[in-house]
């Protein structure tokens, strides 16, 4: 089985963040189900939107990792986010938003989505980061399943 690509679209700020949802979902490349990428990927004197548009409309998974960082970038709402929802729209990806931090996200385009983690609680509001993204990682599995379940037709 070919690992899903998964896009992160997150806000620099949130960095620290992602490196460690990156540790929880290790489990999941460590099992082909998946492979990520990132901006951070990108080796010294790469074209970084080139790459970065590259790999966000390849993406099987797009995880937008929304804080107030996260709103408030230009690149990140405008470009990646509004791509992201156009490719899940058009049924070419799904599109998984991750709360981070407390933000007020209504009425963004992602609104209609199934936010984790659970119940929307920011990951920076669980009791501890870990059972925040224990519940991410599942979450992530979920959508894999399902993918895997429309793939294989009725």
């Known amino acids: 089985m070919t690992p899903y690509e998964v896009f ?17 979902i290790r489990i999941l490349q460590w099992l082909n189900l998946i492979s990520t990428w990132h901006d951070s990927d990108i080796s010294a004197g790469g074209d970084w939107e080139q790459h970065t ?63 984790l983690p659970s119940e929307a609680l920011p990951v920076t509001k669980w009791p501890t980061r870990d059972d925040a993204f224990e519940n991410v990682t599942h979450g992530i599995v979920n959508a894999i399943e399902d993918l895997q379940k429309k793939s294989k037709g009725p």
């Open 53 to 115: 548009m590259l790999h966000l409309n390849s993406a099987q998974i797009i995880l937008l990792l929304v804080s107030a960082d996260f709103m408030n970038s230009d690149f990140c709402y405008s470009v990646e986010m509004q791509q992201a929802i156009q490719r899940h729209d058009a049924d070419q990806a799904r599109v998984i938003p991750i709360i981070l931090r407390p933000v007020y996200w209504r009425g963004a385009p992602f609104e209609k989505l199934y936010v």
């Open 8 to 24: 992160i679209s997150y806000a620099h700020e949130d960095r620290a963040l992602l490196m460690e949802l990156k540790a929880h």
